[in-house]
């Protein structure tokens, strides 16, 4: 089990609320951020197993917030947003998301998105 295990995430407050009840019934400590430089101090900070980036946030720029992420830390970037948000789907994967899905399936499927996650 990931027991005491920390996870990280800039998300909507909606999202926020909704994935700290998904870390902790899977086991993990959610740890949420507000805005790209509170992102940075959490990793820097928790050191987590992965982290959360919700592409529908307003105040992130994709292309900036990605490899300020990647030079704070080697967990997987799991990047998030609404299906028809191709753009920022699209955008995320050129940056170099470990994985890029939708709002449906981080929320649906969970613990397969964290496992994929982990197992790259």
């Given amino acids: 089990m990931a027991e005491q295990q920390t996870i990280v995430a800039l998300a909507s407050m909606f999202f926020g609320a909704k994935l700290k009840g998904l870390c902790e019934q899977s086991g993990y400590q959610y740890k949420g951020a507000i805005g790209p430089s509170g992102l940075l101090s959490r990793i820097?900070?928790?050191t987590p197993v992965a982290v959360l980036l919700d592409l529908g946030k307003e105040d992130i720029v994709i292309s900036e917030?990605?490899?300020?992420?990647?030079?704070?830390?080697?967990?997987p970037i799991i990047a998030f947003c609404g299906h028809v948000a191709t753009k920022e789907l699209d955008e995320a994967r050129a940056c170099g998301c470990d994985v890029v899905t939708t709002n449906g399936a981080i929320t649906g499927s969970f613990e397969s998105v964290i496992q994929k996650a982990l197992s790259l």
């Fill in 44 to 46: 820097e900070e928790y």
């Fill in 65 to 75: 917030i990605v490899p300020a992420i990647k030079e704070a830390t080697t967990a």
